[in-house]
């Protein structure tokens, strides 16, 4: 009913406004007529030259036979009556003013004052309205979070120890005598640090629906404005909303964009931002006690938050959330699968170990893309193959099977993919192949998918020279087939791969004889030559080089070598377009690969890993 009651005040403010613009219109027009004496007027009826009037009261408007109008004013006798009648002229009488005059008149008066008027109590209403759907800059933007679909801590998966420590809090607040017993105290803040895409958000959500406690959501963003003073003020607000609830939790998302170092930057934006942290920090530990309100921060840039944000008193716990593992990862698409149809060939664990590195997001992601894969092949099940499709998009690109290639750029691409196959397949130390293609994806032309066995925490020596050596197989077969001068760009981003993973073991990992276990940072290397003399840096340059080059060597003796196997290979994926890595392998044991007739060059087939 209220809904209907403001629709119909806006339709009524819409007409009013409509009625007065026609008015304004109208009485516009009215004014363009010819003001005229009752003299001429009466000059102008004995020449004939008046077509019709109109008289009201002693007012006399009417029109020329030339067509113009005018108007005029005097006294209406019986003699002008019969001199209108002999001439043949039309006359009409109006009595008294019409009501559109009228009702003009009074809009014109009063519309304007009334919307003025309307205005201010709008303004005054929603001042005054309480809660969260305050328009003043002053309140605080934090938004209760209601009672709907919750989500528990079993909706979670993948990132178990971040979990225990927020399951805690949660016991802090519903059996607070359990811990005070032994003088224990609730934490007064929490942050979670972690890549974007990790869970950071889907744990605070989690809290709410744990809790049972009220919980206020703001993100970082909301408590800066233009207007000074404002995000001070929506700080001050919001921990009194969190006093009035307490105990409650305040979920800050982003708290970066509001808790930045103190002193970086110039101008005025920059004043209000430290403004509205130095609040932030006052409210969080300050005089005043904050008894039963928690802060609850996420962040994924650690590294930029002021050090007096960081401190205990404020933030008592820092929670890292990584990149689940494989067992994580398991348990994050179990989750995401339940909610669409799969077939009985989908492994979960053969998923989750080709997805290293994979966010719960992009996961998520995943499971969303093999759905919608199915569903364009008209399948009512989602299949293995639809998420081996789905992995591949997400990881390498969709394929660009559009672009117009000439035959010898597709034999050019096929040796240099055929050559980072060979190279990979003779290095112990290299991760396994996955898949080989020389169809375009992304920005590639082709490429070569490997995937690691396990989750790696560290890298040895041996696999990082494997890597390097496995990214210049490309280069070395383009030389050996095609010639020096024939060598292509398409190995620009396994040149830069090696540079920068030699560099890296040179100046980060100390994995040089001549440099030796000694730091030195880009910047350093780049701009500051008084830690740093012209003499190493030249060493740096020679060891980086020397590097990359053992490894070229490497891959050029390896593929010189195994030449009939570059070669068997390049043929195969000019045939198929895409090798599985059971397939290379099967090739170079010298089996040949047999495919039904159904299965054209677009089916991407699943390897066994």
């Known amino acids: 009913m209220k809904k209907f009651l403001e629709g119909l005040l806006i339709w009524l403010v819409i007409i009013v406004l409509i009625s007065v613009a026609y008015i304004q219109f109208s ?50 006798y019986s003699d002008l009556i019969k001199s209108l009648h002999d001439r043949k002229v039309k006359f009409f009488f109006s009595i008294g003013d019409s009501a559109i005059g009228i009702i003009g008149g009074l809009l014109i008066q009063w519309v304007p ?27 605080s933007k934090a938004r209760l979070m209601t009672t709907g679909k919750k989500v528990t801590f079993d909706d979670v998966a993948g990132i178990d120890e971040a979990k225990e420590e927020l399951v805690e809090i949660v016991d802090f607040l519903k059996q607070r005598q359990k811990f005070q017993v032994l003088g224990g105290k609730i934490p007064k803040g929490c942050l979670l640090i972690g890549s974007p895409g990790t869970g950071k958000t889907l744990l605070a959500r989690a809290i709410a629906g744990e809790a049972n406690v009220p919980f206020f959501s703001i993100s970082g963003s909301d408590f800066v404005e233009m207007f000074v003073g404002v995000g001070a003020s929506r700080v001050r607000d919001m921990f009194d909303q969190g006093k009035k609830n307490a105990p409650c939790i305040i979920f800050i998302d982003e708290i970066d964009a509001v808790g930045r170092h103190r002193g970086i930057g110039l101008g005025g934006g920059n004043d209000e931002r430290e403004q509205t942290l130095n609040q932030l920090l006052v409210e969080m530990d300050g005089f005043e006690s904050n008894e039963g309100v928690i802060i ?7 590294d930029v938050l002021d050090p007096a944000l960081l401190r205990p008193g404020r933030f008592d716990r820092q929670i890292t959330i990584s990149l689940p593992d494989i067992n ?32 719960g997001a992009d996961l998520a992601n995943l499971v969303n893309e093999s759905a919608l894969i199915a569903a364009r092949r008209n399948k009512k099940i989602v299949t293995m193959d639809d998420f081996e499709y789905a992995r591949d998009k997400v990881m390498m690109g969709m394929e660009r099977r559009s672009l117009v290639i000439t035959e010898e750029e597709k034999k050019l691409t096929a040796y240099h993919e055929a050559g980072h196959a060979v190279v990979s397949v ?158 290379i392998r099967d090739i170079l044991s010298g089996k040949k690969i047999v495919r039904n007739e159904n299965e054209g060059k677009e089916e991407i087939r699943r390897s066994s890993l």
């Open 113 to 139: 004052t009334l919307i003025f008027i309307g205005l201010l109590l709008f303004l005054f209403k929603q001042t005054q309205a309480g809660g969260n759907r305050t328009i003043s800059f002053g309140k």
């Open 296 to 302: 609850i921060a996420a962040t994924n840039r650690p």
């Open 426 to 583: 003779n290095m112990p130390a290299s991760d396994p192949i996955h898949k080989a293609t020389i169809i375009p994806r992304g920005r590639a032309l082709g490429l070569v998918m490997r995937l690691p066995e396990t989750d790696r925490v560290s890298l040895t020596r041996e696999k990082m020279l494997a890597d390097i050596t496995v990214a210049m197989g490309g280069r070395v077969a383009e030389e050996l087939i095609f010639g020096y001068d024939k060598v292509t760009s398409g190995a620009s981003s396994d040149i830069k791969l090696a540079s920068d993973l030699s560099r890296s073991m040179v100046t980060k990992w100390g994995m040089s004889d001549k440099i030796g276990p000694i730091y030195h940072n880009r910047e350093q290397i780049t701009h500051d030559s008084e830690t740093i003399s012209e003499d190493t840096l030249r060493l740096i340059d020679e060891e980086v080089k020397k590097v990359v080059f053992s490894c070229y060597e490497k891959a050029k003796d390896i593929l010189t070598k195994r030449r009939k196997d570059l070669e068997l290979i390049a043929e195969n994926l000019l045939e198929f377009e895409t090798l599985t890595g059971d397939e």
């Open 27 to 76: 009485g516009s027009i009215g004014k363009s007529k010819t003001t005229i004496p009752f003299s001429e007027f009466l000059t102008r009826l004995e020449d004939n030259d008046i077509e019709n009037i109109t008289i009201r009261n002693q007012s006399i408007e009417g029109k020329f036979r030339d067509g113009s109008a005018f108007n005029s004013s005097g006294v209406i």
């Open 328 to 359: 994580g990862r398991e348990r994050i698409l179990n989750t995401h699968i339940k909610k669409i149809s799969i077939a009985p060939d989908v492994n979960v664990k053969t998923v989750a170990r080709g997805t290293p590195g994979f966010s």
